[in-house]
């Protein structure tokens, strides 16, 4: 249950407020639940649920449906969903790809575009790949949405307070007010943040860590490995808000025949690259990389997806000694290296865990699959509606 607790000095107003945030969010991160169980789940009275309920309606943030049938006794209750109307624009910069995709309330994703770059792109031209996006979004099927906001997952070091992308090593970018770039082409609210933070948190809310309170999630994708994690239900960010960089840290091997670098770190040694180089490709989207890997039969191919399991094996073993998280989840290209081999890759992480530790740590694949960095944008510029759906008023 959700406890609603007042709090000395507040009025009707705020109490109203927060009361609305409460059930939107119940809502959004729900599965489509009755009044009923809004009631149970926040412990207020039925007749203040409608209240709520009718006023997030209003406001277009909810609809109610038809109730589901049920075995209980008595009059089925209506089930509260999120409306369809608003959406963010959610955005994902590469070093080889833009993808942008419009994410409604509720982790809906619609229209997602994968825009193909052959070179690295600077802010200004990203940014302006972004508008030009977003521009045919808005005259097809954006017509009838209400925008919200735009949320950048940037892969660098992003200060939260306002989304400075502080360092890109992969990008080339330092010091960029790059939500400040992309909010004047698009004229939307802008947010940005580090897209395996992004990651972490879409897993946890939406994804496979829902309900996990202690999580490690890495991020394999075109610029590196990137990480977050998730102590007592809540993102853990470090004293700076730079915590996570698991693909900077520099493994150590025993046999020199599983380094492919001198003294590389992570990112280095376990290399979507070195994998598409073999499968004689620039670049991938996601899916068709697995289904890539998994269908081929290259020796070649097969000793490095052995040799980067090795490698990643001992990276996870580290993480799972130092922070002891109940669910290991992995994104990207790095869910591949385990749907290759799951036992091969869990052998290689038991090799460098403590006994105790690895007792009861289940590894996984993002339940989001690719969509998990857009949802996790989204979330970040959903934040003020949720916050306040109040403030959603036209």
Not at 84 to 92: D, K, L, Q, S, T
Not at 191 to 218: I, K, S
């Amino acid at each position: 249950m959700v406890c609603l607790v007042a709090v000395l000095g507040d009025t009707v107003d705020s109490v109203r407020r927060r009361n609305l945030s409460t059930v939107l969010e119940l809502v959004h991160r729900g599965d489509g639940p009755s009044r009923a169980d809004l009631t149970n789940l926040t412990g207020l009275n039925r007749s203040t649920i409608g209240a709520l309920v009718g006023e997030l309606v209003e406001l277009g943030l909810v609809q109610e449906t038809d109730p589901s049938a049920t075995n209980r006794v008595g009059r089925p209750s209506r089930r509260v969903l999120p409306h369809p109307g608003p959406a963010i624009i959610a955005v994902n910069p590469e070093i080889d790809a833009v993808t942008v995709a419009v994410v409604g309330l509720g982790a809906q994703v619609e229209h997602r575009i994968r825009h193909e770059l052959d070179h690295i792109a600077s802010p200004e031209e990203t940014a302006a790949v972004i508008g030009a996006l977003v521009e045919e979004l808005r005259a097809g099927p954006l017509k009838d949405r209400r925008l919200v906001g735009v949320g950048l997952a940037v892969p660098g070091l992003v200060r939260a307070s306002d989304g400075v992308v502080r360092w890109a090593p992969h990008l080339g970018w330092r010091e960029i007010s790059f939500p400040r770039l992309v909010e004047s082409v698009v004229g939307l609210p802008t947010f940005a943040d580090n897209d395996a933070t992004l990651g972490a948190l879409a897993e946890r809310l939406f994804g496979v860590g829902r309900g996990v309170d202690q999580l490690v999630y890495l991020n394999g994708g075109a610029s590196g490995i990137g990480g977050g994690v998730i102590i007592n239900g809540r993102p853990y960010r470090g004293a700076y808000g730079y915590a996570g960089e698991f693909g900077h840290n520099r493994p150590r091997l025993d046999d020199p025949a599983h380094r492919a670098t001198v003294g590389g770190t992570l990112e280095e040694e376990v290399s979507r690259a070195r994998l598409l180089a073999i499968l004689g490709r620039r670049t991938s989207d996601e899916p068709e990389f697995e289904a890539a890997v998994l269908s081929s039969q290259d020796p070649a191919l097969h000793a490095e997806l052995a040799r980067q399991q090795v490698v990643l094996g001992g990276a996870l073993g580290n993480a799972i000694n130092v922070i002891g998280p109940e669910l290991v989840v992995l994104g990207g290209f790095l869910a591949t290296l385990l749907a290759w081999d799951a036992p091969g890759l869990e052998a290689a992480v038991a090799a460098r865990t403590l006994p105790v530790a690895w007792e009861g740590t289940r590894i996984r694949p993002a339940g989001l699959a690719r969509n998990r960095l857009l949802i996790g944008a989204a979330e970040l510029a959903f934040g003020s509606v949720l916050r306040d759906p109040a403030s959603f008023a036209d």
